[in-house]
């Protein structure tokens, strides 16, 4: 079961289980007879997939795929800081 008990009394149109191909997800989520408003993670685990589905579709609010690795690899994270004219840590990759 892929809901957590706690979210157990909410009402769900659909769900979907993500298998490693965000073309997948998106497509079906653009079949869905609704207007779909945004795209929310449950966990650091889903940043990528997240960041793939939201760049898809137009008007979503969106982190863009550019920087996906940024938000969950911490040596390009540090570099990200850096690059942006921050003091970061010295690191070895």
Do not use: W
């Not at 007879?33 to 993670?41: A, D, E, T």
Request: hydrophobic share 40%; net charge negative.
């Amino acid at each position: 079961d892929m809901i957590p008990a706690n979210c157990a009394g909410l009402k769900y149109e659909a769900t979907f289980t993500y298998e490693g191909d965000a073309a997948v997800m998106v497509a079906q989520l653009k079949n869905m007879p609704f207007h779909i408003l945004g795209v929310l993670i449950g966990c650091e685990s889903g940043v990528e997939c997240c960041d793939e589905i939201s760049a898809a579709f137009d008007g979503f609010p969106t982190n863009g795929i550019e920087q996906s690795a940024a938000r969950r690899d911490k040596y390009p994270m540090g570099e990200a800081v850096r690059n942006a004219g921050l003091r970061a840590v010295k690191q070895v990759e």
